[in-house]
């Protein structure tokens, strides 16, 4: 019910920055919760920082705190993720996720299993 089209990922250098997109269609006001995830070559997908869409709370990752900021723009239907102070560990696939459930603990938004949709995923590259 819910299509994600993202866009914004390339190459940088470390200390640069990056402003990634993700546009929304179809029900999207059934998602609770708007994600963004990576997966580096090899490793897991981990999450990054997500939003709740109605209330606008946020969550982040330890590792991007302090230096990735997501956002929500509803009349576009679309969720940003401005990454700043980029480092070569940032450098994965990044992908966007819709997550239809809501749950009381917060743990759960940090989980892949939690999320219903998800974009194509856009490279992130930070060179050193």
């Known amino acids: 019910q819910v299509q994600l089209v993202e866009s914004g990922g390339g190459s940088v250098q470390a200390g640069g920055s990056l402003r990634l997109s993700c546009a929304a269609s179809?029900?999207?006001?059934?998602?609770?919760?708007m994600g963004w995830f990576r997966q580096a070559p090899g490793k897991e997908r981990e999450f990054v920082a997500a939003?709740?869409?109605?209330?606008?709370?946020?969550y982040y990752a330890d590792s991007v705190w302090g230096r990735f900021t997501i956002s929500r723009d509803n009349a576009k239907n679309t969720v940003y993720l401005q990454m700043n102070s980029l480092r070569p560990e940032d450098t994965a696939v990044y992908y966007c996720?819709?997550?239809?459930?809501?749950?009381?603990?917060?743990?759960?938004?940090?989980?892949?299993?939690?999320?219903?949709?998800w974009g194509q995923g856009t490279q992130v590259t930070v060179s050193s």
């Open positions: 996720a819709a997550g239809v459930r809501y749950y009381s603990n917060n743990y759960y938004y940090h989980l892949t299993l939690s999320y219903d949709y």
């Open positions: 179809g029900r999207t006001f059934s998602s609770y919760t």
């Open positions: 939003i709740k869409w109605t209330i606008g709370t946020t």
